[in-house]
T-cell receptor, first 115, second 110 residues
């Protein structure tokens, strides 16, 4: 596709439930990035992929968060046993280069609300 | 760890004024600098991308400059309009990936 598509747009989960977010990068882009934005504040980097391989996971919480980018499928970010503090907008971006050499395109985000 | 700082954090000006938003970064070995706007409740819209080999980019009333040696980029908005009200973010691209600033919240008063 010509744009980064994130689904769903909104997701509400009870505390302790699982949340799964999806991101379809732009066709031809090899790199996918996930960011977390809490209350319109700064973007926190979570993880990036080069095709289906993890490129950089230094921002990924070690517990409860996992992500995948499998061939011929949207990338996914999964949160096990959600907590109230996981409430945020999760943005996905894709680019041709993982090291910032080319433009990054962002999806519209998934707003996760944990109640 | 790379740091990107945006000044001011918030700015409110009357319609029609020209204004400058500032972005500074700690490592001059960048690949590019990208400016985005974010409207309330919405995603990011890319405004301008400056490659490390470039000094500036222009799009309509927007002009972004890049000075690698001083670690600074500026976004110049000419003849501001109420529709320019948004949060403006700069994003540094480097060998270690992408790093965002915290943004400048801009309000243009009608």
């Amino acid at each position: 596709g010509e744009e980064v598509a994130q689904t769903p747009k909104h997701l509400v989960r009870g505390e302790g439930q699982k949340a799964k977010l999806y991101c379809a990068p732009i066709k031809g882009h090899s790199y996918v990035f996930w960011y977390q934005q809490v209350l319109k504040n700064e973007f926190k980097f979570l993880i990036s992929f080069q095709n289906e391989n993890v490129f950089d996971e230094t921002g990924m919480p070690k517990e409860r968060f996992s992500a995948k980018c499998l061939p011929n499928s949207p990338c996914s970010l999964e949160i096990q046993a959600t907590k109230l503090e996981d409430s945020a907008v999760y943005f996905c971006a894709s680019s041709q280069s993982g090291t910032g050499g080319t433009e990054a395109f962002f999806g519209q985000g998934t707003r996760l609300t944990v109640v | 760890k790379q740091e990107v700082t945006q000044i001011p954090a918030a700015l409110s000006v009357p319609e029609g004024e020209n204004l400058v938003l500032n972005c500074s970064f700690t490592d001059s070995a960048i690949y590019n600098l990208q400016w985005f706007r974010q409207d309330p409740g919405k995603g990011l819209t890319s405004l301008l991308l400056i490659q490390s080999s470039q000094r500036e980019q222009t799009s309509g009333r927007l002009n972004a400059s890049l000075d690698k040696s001083s670690g600074r980029s500026t976004l110049y908005i000419a003849a501001s309009q109420p529709g320019d009200s948004a949060t403006y973010l700069c994003n540094r691209g480097g060998a270690d990936g992408l790093t965002f600033g915290k943004g400048t919240h801009l309000i243009i008063q009608p």
